[in-house]
């Protein structure tokens, strides 16, 4: 079928070429659920299609989705100041007296990105090929630090026309939720996400993973540099849960259909995007408050130094599609549930 050779290339292809990769399709006619390639190189051994996997980004979704609920119950607003909650980190940030919530959520509030930034090069980012920094813990305090260390913004928040995507965004998000509940992160995700959801297998991972725990992960080729040791204390909030291609599924359904939130306006706003955020991942893409409009798939895309996935849901159609690899870099990103929609149009998958 189009859909075993669209998952065929994700490891043969020259631009793709991970070692594993994961498709499930969800339809109102019946499921699609695959896998191909192995789940570590030197091994061989087999990647099964409902291996756990980390989400890296697509955690943003959690996080969101949290704050509009705490939203909902009269906690927070979008308009409030981060000084509001975080005052001593907020006196740290470049312009800290001018962003709010609804900057954070929508990566127009110009604080740069401690991941990936010229100013971390020397750590967090140097992990993809050097262990010691791949191992190395970090408070949610000491990822913003090293963000802002530079003492200069990327913009100027809610500056017209200026997004650039910030993880350091989301960890504030984070620090916020447990200011608000008084819970951490953690516990946050499992009341309001993971229990209601009955999600058995989805959860924070907390620095390094237990051995065996996920299959053998890699930044890119050659396969030689493994990356199963990250320390997802470096993305917490934005980037650290683990869960399964089932698991995802569920929580992209319920929160598409507004299963999460007691309002249907609480979910228009979050899939509200500002002018900014038009067209910023491509063309037809809308980045709202936390997740990506992308030409009419919901859902957002995920990375970490050892994973790459993409989530969307379909509600025209009811339909959710997740793919991942084991691979950080290739195909598996955020077009890749865009391709799969295309397929699927006009075609009824069998059970």
């Given at each position: 079928?189009?859909?075993?050779?669209?998952?065929s290339?994700?490891?043969?292809?020259?631009?793709?070429?991970?070692?594993?990769?994961?498709?499930?399709?969800?339809?109102?006619?019946?499921?699609?659920?695959?896998?191909?390639?192995?789940?570590d190189?030197a091994?061989?051994d087999?990647?099964?299609?409902?291996s756990?996997?980390?989400?890296?980004?697509?955690t943003?979704l959690m996080t969101?989705?949290?704050?509009?609920?705490?939203?909902?119950?009269?906690?927070?607003s979008?308009?409030?100041?981060?000084?509001?909650?975080?005052?001593?980190?907020?006196?740290?940030?470049?312009?800290?007296?001018?962003?709010?919530?609804?900057?954070?959520?929508t990566?127009?509030?110009?604080i740069?990105d401690?991941?990936?930034?010229?100013?971390?090069a020397?750590?967090?980012?140097?992990?993809?090929?050097?262990?010691?920094?791949?191992?190395k813990?970090?408070?949610?305090?000491?990822?913003?630090?090293?963000a802002?260390?530079?003492?200069?913004a990327d913009?100027?928040?809610g500056?017209?026309?200026?997004?650039?995507?910030?993880n350091?965004?989301?960890?504030?998000l984070?620090?916020?939720?447990?200011?608000?509940?008084?819970?951490?992160?953690?516990k946050?995700l499992?009341?309001?996400?993971?229990?209601k959801?009955?999600?058995?297998n989805?959860?924070?991972?907390?620095?390094?993973?237990?051995?065996n725990?996920?299959?053998?992960?890699?930044?890119?080729?050659?396969?030689?540099?493994?990356?199963n040791?990250?320390?997802?204390?470096?993305?917490w909030?934005?980037?650290?849960?683990?869960s399964?291609?089932?698991?995802f599924?569920?929580?992209?359904?319920?929160l598409?259909?507004?299963?999460l939130?007691?309002?249907k306006?609480?979910?228009?706003?979050?899939?509200?995007?500002?002018?900014?955020?038009?067209?910023?991942?491509?063309e037809?893409?809308?980045?709202?408050?936390?997740m990506?409009?992308?030409?009419?798939?919901?859902?957002?895309?995920g990375?970490?130094?050892?994973?790459?996935?993409?989530?969307?849901?379909?509600?025209e159609?009811?339909?959710?599609?997740?793919?991942?690899?084991?691979?950080?870099?290739?195909?598996?990103?955020?077009?890749?549930?865009?391709?799969?929609?295309?397929?699927?149009?006009?075609?009824?998958?069998?059970?």
């Amino acid at each position: 079928s189009e859909l075993d050779d669209f998952l065929s290339r994700m490891i043969w292809d020259n631009y793709a070429n991970s070692p594993g990769a994961s498709l499930l399709v969800i339809t109102p006619e019946g499921r699609y659920y695959k896998s191909v390639g192995v789940a570590d190189v030197a091994k061989c051994d087999i990647l099964h299609a409902d291996s756990p996997y980390q989400i890296g980004s697509n955690t943003k979704l959690m996080t969101s989705t949290i704050i509009f609920q705490l939203i909902e119950k009269g906690k927070l607003s979008l308009t409030d100041p981060i000084g509001k909650y975080l005052p001593d980190l907020a006196a740290q940030i470049p312009n800290g007296n001018q962003i709010n919530i609804e900057m954070l959520l929508t990566h127009t509030s110009g604080i740069p990105d401690y991941f990936g930034s010229e100013a971390n090069a020397d750590d967090i980012a140097g992990g993809v090929n050097n262990k010691a920094i791949l191992t190395k813990g970090f408070s949610p305090q000491e990822l913003i630090k090293t963000a802002v260390r530079s003492g200069k913004a990327d913009f100027a928040p809610g500056e017209a026309g200026k997004w650039k995507y910030s993880n350091s965004g989301y960890i504030l998000l984070g620090l916020i939720i447990e200011k608000v509940t008084g819970k951490s992160y953690e516990k946050n995700l499992q009341e309001c996400i993971f229990k209601k959801l009955h999600l058995k297998n989805t959860f924070l991972q907390k620095g390094q993973p237990a051995l065996n725990a996920l299959p053998v992960a890699y930044y890119q080729q050659p396969f030689t540099f493994t990356t199963n040791e990250w320390n997802a204390s470096q993305g917490w909030s934005a980037g650290a849960v683990v869960s399964t291609a089932d698991e995802f599924a569920i929580f992209l359904k319920a929160l598409f259909t507004g299963k999460l939130f007691k309002k249907k306006s609480t979910l228009d706003l979050m899939l509200s995007s500002p002018a900014a955020g038009k067209n910023v991942l491509g063309e037809g893409t809308f980045y709202g408050h936390g997740m990506l409009n992308n030409n009419g798939v919901l859902g957002h895309g995920g990375q970490t130094l050892g994973f790459l996935s993409d989530g969307g849901y379909l509600p025209e159609k009811d339909v959710t599609i997740v793919m991942w690899s084991n691979r950080a870099t290739g195909a598996t990103n955020r077009i890749a549930a865009v391709q799969v929609a295309k397929i699927l149009l006009g075609q009824n998958l069998s059970k």
